[in-house]
């Protein structure tokens, strides 16, 4: 028998009740190394199949749907509803998580022009981890498709942007 717990995450129209994997907590040592680089990659076991389908239902649309990827994507909720995911989200923000609506396709294609430092929220930064931004590559990054980087340290900026 799996040892779990219950959750209230993920919908923004209302709570999910679902049953959480300990497996997929993070560690002590993963939180403290969240807390002083910022960040926490998470590995999904989808087939690889999953992850070129959504990237061809990226690579087909004629528009960016903005906020409405989930929408119009509707298998990026598998991502986030992954046992992995869930885990890691539950470690750093808690049982009652709730995933907001803001998310977004970015797509630079290589040779494109460049993408000027970008950040998601205000510089009202604290030191309660309350908010994540999740990052989901579907096909592997290359050099040619340019830089995607974090900053260690800079999620307590609290500075002008």
């Given at each position: 028998?799996?040892?779990?717990?219950?959750?209230?995450?993920?919908?923004?129209?209302?709570?999910?009740?679902?049953?959480?994997?300990?497996?997929?907590?993070?560690?002590?040592?993963?939180?403290?190394?969240?807390?002083?680089y910022g960040y926490h990659m998470v590995e999904l076991d989808l087939p690889a199949s999953f992850h070129e389908q959504i990237a061809q239902q990226l690579d087909g649309l004629q528009s960016n749907?903005?906020?409405?990827?989930?929408?119009?994507?509707?298998?990026?909720?598998?991502?986030?509803?992954?046992?992995?995911?869930?885990?890691?989200?539950?470690?750093?923000?808690?049982?009652?998580?709730?995933?907001?609506?803001?998310?977004?396709?970015?797509?630079?294609?290589?040779?494109?022009?460049?993408?000027?430092?970008?950040?998601?929220?205000?510089?009202?930064?604290?030191?309660?981890?309350?908010?994540?931004?999740?990052?989901?590559?579907?096909?592997?990054?290359?050099?040619?498709?340019?830089?995607?980087?974090?900053?260690?340290?800079?999620?307590?900026?609290?500075?002008?942007?």
């Open positions: 028998m799996v040892n779990t717990i219950t959750n209230t995450p993920i919908a923004d129209n209302g709570v999910v009740t679902q049953t959480i994997d300990k497996r997929y907590l993070l560690s002590d040592v993963d939180v403290a190394k969240f807390i002083t749907p903005g906020d409405a990827i989930t929408e119009t994507i509707p298998e990026l909720w598998q991502v986030l509803e992954h046992p992995a995911v869930v885990g890691a989200l539950t470690s750093l923000l808690g049982h009652n998580y709730r995933i907001n609506s803001h998310r977004h396709w970015h797509c630079k294609e290589p040779d494109s022009p460049y993408m000027h430092w970008h950040q998601d929220s205000t510089n009202n930064r604290n030191t309660q981890i309350d908010r994540f931004l999740g990052l989901y590559y579907p096909r592997t990054i290359t050099p040619e498709m340019g830089p995607t980087i974090i900053v260690p340290g800079t999620q307590f900026r609290n500075a002008p942007t």
